[in-house]
């Protein structure tokens, strides 16, 4: 039980299309930018999940390290900002990479924490 559940006062927090955090990484998804990183990402979490190994049984992959790796990488370009990527992109990118057959159970998950139109975070 929550603690929100045990005072009978529910959170009230807008759905996900007003969900501010999503909208702009969808909005940067679409991006020449968002598209190479996402096309990094994907294919260092591969790399790091499958190995080099033959054989080798697949393990879980942290989505941070794999940022961390592209961060470090001098041939990935920083994007509009002045950054490579937005560090509240990183669980959004593990779930959009999921998508791939490779990596359908490579990330471990958590509820994700969301910034609304109204400020809220959950």
Known sequence: MTQIELFDCPLE?????DD???????????????QRIYTEFV???IT???GKVPGRKPRKVRAKAVIELIRDDPNV?????????????????ARVAMEDRRLHDGF?????????????TG
């Open 48 to 50: 790091r999940r499958w």
């Open 77 to 93: 370009p920083v994007g509009p900002g002045r950054f490579k990527i937005d560090n509240r992109y990183t669980s959004r990118l």
């Open 43 to 45: 294919w260092r979490s």
């Open 108 to 120: 471990e998950t958590r509820d994700l924490k969301r910034k609304t139109t109204s400020g809220l």
């Open 13 to 17: 927090l807008e759905p996900g299309p």
């Open 20 to 34: 501010v955090i999503e909208q702009e990484f969808r909005q940067w998804l679409e991006t020449s930018h968002g």
